[in-house]
């Protein structure tokens, strides 16, 4: 099972009139700069069975650019259990339903940062996860619901404009 965490992109700081902050929206710069960074990993990430995503304006955007840059022609599936600090828990219990299929999440920060971190087994997560970020993880499909996590690996921590990196240190 390939885990793809992605941080939806760069918001608008102030909410639209008369709504609240999941009303806030990408900017123009971040659908653009967004786009360009997914399309540079399409290959690398290659075909996922779902892509889940926070009910948040900003995560749906983020979720429309990737599925376009991989063509990938399922549903985007709200679920929210990706909510901003919403509890990694929620997020596990909806992992182990799906063991064996590639997929991707795109969420919130802190929230992405702690799955990773989760998944990973590690004690912090050593690199900022900013906006638009994809984060990508192996699990062992033999993994029994509820288990600890500790055989996960990274395959790879994506940044916008910066070097894809195999490895954190």
């Not at 926070?54 to 840059?69: G, I, M, Y």
Request: charged share 20%; aromatic share 4%.
């Amino acid at each position: 099972m390939r885990i793809f965490l992605v941080r939806h992109g760069e918001a608008d700081a102030e909410a639209p009139e008369g709504l609240g902050d999941e009303a806030r929206a990408l900017t123009a710069k971040a659908r653009t700069n967004t786009a360009v960074h997914f399309a540079s990993l399409a290959e690398r990430i290659g075909k996922v069975a779902l892509v889940f995503t926070s009910p948040l304006v900003r995560t749906v955007q983020t979720a429309q650019l990737l599925s376009t840059k991989l063509e990938h022609e399922g549903p985007l599936r709200v679920h929210r259990c990706l909510l901003p600090d919403m509890p990694v828990g929620s997020v596990m219990s909806m992992l182990d339903e799906h063991v064996g299929e590639d997929i991707v999440l795109v969420g919130h920060q802190p929230s992405m940062g702690a799955l990773a971190t989760h998944l990973l087994g590690m004690q912090s997560f050593p690199k900022q996860v900013s906006p638009g970020t994809v984060i990508a993880i192996e699990r062992p499909d033999g993994i029994e619901p509820g288990a600890a996590p500790a055989q996960a690996k990274l395959l790879f921590f994506a940044s916008p404009g910066q070097q894809v990196l195999e490895v954190l240190q």
